[in-house]
């Protein structure tokens, strides 16, 4: 069945270092894949999505892209800052699946001023 | 404005007792969610409901009914609240490339 793994639970990074959170996925279908991210208190929030190989997400400095062959979406982020601390989430949307949209467990990220 | 609006924002119930969770989106979206949250746990499915007057069971359903009156609304309820229920709960809804969040209720049961 569908489903996404994310490796890493907890990471923490000071600031100004490289982030690699790494996502794989699994799907009958063609996904659509997300990135959300939650803050302390709120709800998760979408960050992007790709939805074709080799398409590339981005926003506020993080990066994904979209890789079918490899079936994988790792999140970066050059230089992280200690507002980027938050859990985020990897996902995807498949047309096929009957629950429709499949979370990672989630990472939790804390960057150390 | 497109959004999830959750209520009770927070709650304290006692253990047996019975608690009901509302939510409604004005996104005009099909599928809608209900998740728990517990810290190293990551998001859980509870039910979820893709039209109206039918749910279907996610991956923790044991000790939650689902109710889904309308498109707008959906409503989580636990008839006998146990202490292990402590949580934070979200509601979302979706389609295959839009999928927003609540923002949570914080459940403590004593």
């Known amino acids: 069945g569908d489903s996404v793994t994310q490796t890493e639970g907890q990471v923490a990074l000071s600031e100004e270092d490289f982030l690699t959170i790494h996502c794989n996925y699994s799907a009958s279908g063609y996904p659509t894949l997300f990135w959300y991210v939650q803050y302390p208190g709120e709800g998760p929030q979408l960050l992007f999505r790709a939805s074709r190989d080799k398409e590339k997400g981005s926003s506020r400095g993080f990066e994904a892209t979209y890789d079918k062959g490899t079936t994988s979406f790792h999140l970066r982020k050059a230089s992280v800052q200690e507002s980027d601390s938050a859990v985020y989430y990897c996902?995807?949307?498949?047309?096929?699946?009957?629950?429709?949209?499949?979370f990672g467990k989630g990472t939790s990220l804390t960057v150390i001023p | 404005e497109a959004a999830v609006t959750q209520s009770p924002r927070s709650k304290v119930a006692v253990t047996g007792g019975k608690v009901t969770l509302s939510c409604h989106q004005t996104n005009n979206h099909d599928y809608m969610y209900w998740y728990r949250q517990d810290t190293g746990h990551g998001l859980r499915l509870i039910h979820y409901?893709?039209?109206?007057?039918?749910?279907e069971k996610g991956d923790i359903p044991d000790g939650y009914k689902a109710s889904r009156p309308s498109q707008e609304n959906f409503s989580l309820i636990l008839e006998l609240a146990s202490l292990s229920q402590t949580a934070v709960y979200f509601c979302?809804?979706?389609?295959?490339?839009?999928?927003?969040f609540g923002s949570g209720t914080r459940l403590l049961v004593i």
């Open positions: 996902a995807l949307s498949d047309p096929g699946g009957y629950q429709n949209f499949y």
């Open positions: 979302a809804s979706g389609t295959n490339s839009d999928y927003t």
């Open positions: 409901s893709y039209v109206a007057d039918s749910t």
